[in-house]
Structure formats: C-alpha cells, structure tokens
C-alpha cells in the first residue's frame, strides 16, 4: 500500500470524525503510543538556557491538512483565488502536487499526518520530515538576513530569531506552486510565513502559523497546531516507489 494513498484516506476519515485532532496524532502510521504519552514536565532547555526543541514531533493537525477553512473561518480569498479553489474542489484535488510525490511546501509541510524531527544547534535548526519526499528546512539562527532575490523554491528561504522563550521563523523565497491544504488553498510567489514555535512542556510543542501572501489573500491569517511528541522515530518514506495516486487523479 502506498503511504499517500493511505495518508488521503486517513485524511478524509479525520475530516468526518468528531472527536479532538489529538486522538489522530500518531496512529495514521499505524503507531500507538504506550499509556500515559505524551510525557508531563517541565520545558527541557540547553546550555544557554534556550528551550530545547529537539525531538521527534507528532503534527497532530489532520483537519487543518485536509481542510483548513472547516478550521479557521473566513479565510480571506482574493476572488480569483476563490475560483482556483472551486475548481481545484470540484475536480477531487486531482492536480495535487503530492499526489505526483511533489513536496508540500509550507506551510503544509507541518501539518501533514508524517511526523517530522527538528535538530538544533548553534546557528542553525533542522527539521527532517518523514513525509513529503523525504524533504528538510534550514532554519538560520545565526543572524543572518533573507538573500536580496532569493531562488524560488517548494520550502523557500528561513530565518530564525528568539523572541523569549518562542523561536520566530521568518520564511520567504517560495515558488507559488504549493498547496496549503489538500482542499487547493492556493499560494504564489510573494508568500510570507511566520511560524511562532514554542515548547509548551515536555510533550508537546505550540506552532502558530501567519500566511501572508498578498496576491492570494486580501489579508494576512493565521492557524495554530499542536504537535505532541512522537514516541518512537522516523521511518523511511519513498513516495516515488510504488505510488498509487496517480491512476486515482482523474478529478470528474
């Protein structure tokens, strides 16, 4: 079975379900967690008293995947990109970059149902996502500022700064091909994300997202997941081999 295929209909039965996004967090691949996880405590931080991110991280944001406006309310659509999403809707998402194991982008990379894993060090956090084409962020936290015209790209270009106790990621550079949900919200190139990601406790993790992309939106919006930390690891995922979406993808 190809993990896509499995991830949409994992996506479409969360769609439908009532209970917490929680109870979905882990179990899409197939995991459960042992009693009593995610673990309680306090925010475990580093030798320079920055909280400690690092660790394997759970999305726990399938609805917001599969249809972000039955979450957040009056997204604010320019009018052709109100068309684009009927269209995209009325056709089953059949033009969907990740059926053609294309990257998600962001900020869907984040809530897709495959865990992902941030590594951090001086100068520079790493994400590693188990989904999406086997894809990683570079996060610079060294002080550096965006390039002046930065390569178009599926993750474009991030910069990280401390504001307290939240890691402030300022993401740029984006190719305008990526979908923000598997319902077709669309993105173009003058997209601009800020993720705010805060360590909440020891088990779980707080990302606010503001999608800022002028061109799509009349206005800048925001929505909030919570990841829960993963009790196991990240596993391999090849979306190029074997993938049954493509035969699927004929819209009406």
């Given at each position: ?78 009018p052709w990109a ?29 809530t897709t149902p ?40 599926w993750l474009g ?96």
């Amino acid at each position: 079975m190809n993990g896509t295929w499995l991830a949409c209909v994992l996506l479409l039965f969360a769609a439908t379900a009532t209970a917490q996004d929680d109870v979905f967090a882990q179990p899409v691949l197939g995991f459960n967690p042992k009693p009593g996880w995610p673990p309680s405590g306090p925010v475990p931080r580093l030798a320079d008293g920055k909280p400690d991110l690092s660790g394997p991280w759970a999305p726990n944001a399938l609805r917001i995947n599969n249809n972000t406006d039955s979450q957040i309310k009056d997204i604010p659509l320019q009018p052709w990109a109100v068309d684009v999403l009927k269209q995209r809707r009325a056709n089953i998402g059949k033009d969907d970059p990740e059926g053609y194991c294309l990257p998600p982008g962001l900020p869907r990379m984040n809530t897709t149902p495959f865990p992902f894993r941030i590594v951090q060090s001086p100068g520079l956090i790493v994400i590693i996502y188990e989904g999406g084409a086997h894809l990683w962020r570079q996060i610079f936290t060294d002080g550096r500022g965006h390039p002046k015209d930065p390569n178009p790209t599926w993750l474009g270009d991030s910069i990280g700064t401390w504001d307290g106790d939240t890691l402030v990621v300022d993401s740029i550079g984006f190719n305008g091909k990526a979908w923000i949900d598997a319902a077709g919200l669309p993105t173009t190139e003058s997209l601009h994300i800020i993720e705010r990601i805060r360590r909440t406790d020891l088990g779980h993790l707080e990302i606010e997202h503001t999608i800022d992309d002028p061109q799509a939106y009349t206005k800048p919006w925001k929505f909030t997941i919570r990841p829960m930390l993963l009790d196991g690891e990240l596993m391999e995922y090849i979306c190029q081999e074997n993938n049954a979406d493509v035969k699927h993808l004929v819209g009406k």
